[in-house]
């Protein structure tokens, strides 16, 4: 039944009802629907919101539309020629159990709020799927997109581009949240990381540091490859050579090493990027129990924001990300992709914002 009081769309109310029908067994391939007229006597709402809803379907093939004679229940799809299916109203949002947020990054804990609430809002429920090795390494073990459990993916984070692609062969629609893969025709949502990178170093610069390193996690992850290329761009600007010696990118378990190398007279920096506030936050700790002081004797910068950042002695300076608007428009982007609405693929990068607080001094 329709319920006025909801905060879903009433055309997506009786989408769904129509849907259900056909699920039931009620409304047959070929069957006739109702006019527009009459549906609003069913359902109890204007004819502009029954035409919404019927417009939706027709534009998902799951209805058809015959000039003169009505709008019928469609058998196969034109385009795959495969039955069609249902919208379950669902979507998955598909992490690494490496980045998952109760492992190691709150991070997305931020990006998942935005995913949530936008998906409420706009009448879809959400699957929260973890990925390891036994689904990445064969994606016949994916039950969400086999069983035909959501209407589409958001892919959070660095995952293989071979996984990516065998999933977006099965014809799901997908978005990828922070992370990108060129020429692959996906719509993607990400940070502006080489340049807000750029712009804290820049920061660190203007304060008078020369010696600024770069520490934290592989580069192999495009998020923070992108962030190394920030950091040698504007060492490259502000006539600064780079060194080697002043870049380590270990694991981010290994920071008394990083911390151990760094005491070495070619490797010590008067400030150091790191890759992510949590490394930042670690490597802080680590120098603080070898008796450094932040930032009497080194200037210690993050990136991300993350709330731990400024709750830390002494808190973080950092760049700010919008993490749930991340989630937000990615929401977006699928549903419009999963109700045929939108044609083009793009890539979205969010502006970044650097904050300054008292982790970093000026030589």
């Given at each position: 039944?329709i319920d006025k009081t909801s905060h879903i769309p009433l055309y997506q109310q009786v989408r769904k009802a129509i849907e259900d029908r056909v699920k039931s067994g009620k409304l047959k391939p070929g069957d006739i629907i109702e006019s527009e007229k009459a549906l609003c006597k069913i359902y109890n709402v204007s004819q502009i919101t029954i035409r919404k809803a019927i417009s939706d379907l027709v534009n998902m093939g799951v209805l058809y539309r015959v000039p003169g004679k009505g709008t019928f229940l469609s058998s196969l799809s034109?385009?795959?020629?495969?039955?069609?299916?249902?919208?379950?109203?669902?979507?998955?949002?598909?992490?690494?159990?490496?980045?998952?947020?109760?492992?190691?990054?709150?991070?997305?804990?931020?990006?998942?709020?935005?995913?949530?609430?936008?998906?409420?809002?706009?009448?879809?429920?959400?699957?929260?799927?973890?990925?390891?090795?036994?689904?990445?390494?064969?994606?016949?073990?994916?039950?969400?997109?086999?069983?035909?459990?959501?209407?589409?993916?958001?892919?959070?984070?660095?995952?293989?581009?071979?996984?990516?692609?065998?999933?977006?062969?099965?014809?799901?629609?997908?978005?990828?949240?922070?992370?990108?893969?060129?020429?692959?025709?996906?719509?993607?949502?990400?940070?502006?990381?080489?340049?807000?990178?750029?712009?804290?170093?820049?920061?660190?610069?203007?304060?008078?540091?020369?010696?600024?390193?770069?520490?934290?996690?592989?580069?192999?992850?495009?998020?923070?490859?992108?962030?190394?290329?920030?950091?040698?761009?504007?060492?490259?600007?502000?006539?600064?050579?780079?060194?080697?010696?002043?870049?380590?990118?270990?694991?981010?378990?290994?920071?008394?090493?990083?911390?151990?190398?760094?005491?070495?007279?070619?490797?010590?920096?008067?400030?150091?990027?790191?890759?992510?506030?949590?490394?930042?936050?670690?490597?802080?700790?680590?120098?603080?129990?070898?008796?450094?002081?932040?930032?009497?004797?080194?200037?210690?910068?993050?990136?991300?924001?993350?709330?731990?950042?400024?709750?830390?002695?002494?808190?973080?300076?950092?760049?700010?990300?919008?993490?749930?608007?991340?989630?937000?428009?990615?929401?977006?982007?699928?549903?419009?992709?999963?109700?045929?609405?939108?044609?083009?693929?793009?890539?979205?990068?969010?502006?970044?914002?650097?904050?300054?607080?008292?982790?970093?001094?000026?030589?």
């Amino acid at each position: 039944m329709i319920d006025k009081t909801s905060h879903i769309p009433l055309y997506q109310q009786v989408r769904k009802a129509i849907e259900d029908r056909v699920k039931s067994g009620k409304l047959k391939p070929g069957d006739i629907i109702e006019s527009e007229k009459a549906l609003c006597k069913i359902y109890n709402v204007s004819q502009i919101t029954i035409r919404k809803a019927i417009s939706d379907l027709v534009n998902m093939g799951v209805l058809y539309r015959v000039p003169g004679k009505g709008t019928f229940l469609s058998s196969l799809s034109e385009k795959s020629r495969v039955p069609f299916l249902l919208k379950t109203n669902n979507i998955g949002f598909v992490i690494r159990r490496e980045h998952h947020p109760a492992f190691s990054n709150p991070f997305y804990s931020f990006v998942f709020r935005g995913v949530e609430s936008e998906a409420r809002a706009r009448g879809y429920n959400l699957f929260y799927q973890l990925l390891d090795h036994n689904i990445i390494d064969d994606t016949a073990n994916f039950k969400l997109v086999n069983e035909n459990k959501v209407d589409g993916l958001l892919l959070v984070g660095e995952m293989p581009h071979a996984f990516i692609s065998d999933i977006k062969d099965k014809g799901i629609p997908l978005v990828l949240i922070d992370h990108y893969i060129n020429d692959l025709g996906l719509d993607a949502v990400v940070t502006e990381n080489e340049k807000g990178a750029y712009q804290i170093v820049k920061y660190l610069i203007d304060l008078g540091h020369r010696k600024i390193g770069f520490w934290g996690a592989s580069l192999d992850h495009g998020t923070f490859m992108e962030r190394f290329k920030g950091y040698k761009r504007a060492l490259s600007d502000y006539g600064i050579k780079f060194s080697e010696n002043l870049v380590e990118t270990v694991l981010l378990i290994e920071n008394d090493i990083i911390v151990d190398k760094m005491f070495e007279p070619d490797n010590m920096p008067t400030a150091v990027l790191a890759c992510n506030d949590l490394v930042a936050i670690k490597v802080m700790s680590a120098l603080q129990d070898k008796g450094l002081k932040i930032p009497d004797d080194i200037s210690i910068a993050g990136f991300d924001d993350i709330e731990l950042g400024s709750q830390i002695r002494p808190p973080l300076t950092t760049v700010r990300v919008q993490r749930e608007q991340m989630g937000v428009l990615a929401v977006k982007k699928l549903i419009n992709n999963i109700e045929r609405k939108n044609n083009k693929c793009e890539k979205t990068v969010l502006t970044t914002e650097l904050v300054v607080r008292q982790s970093c001094k000026a030589v």
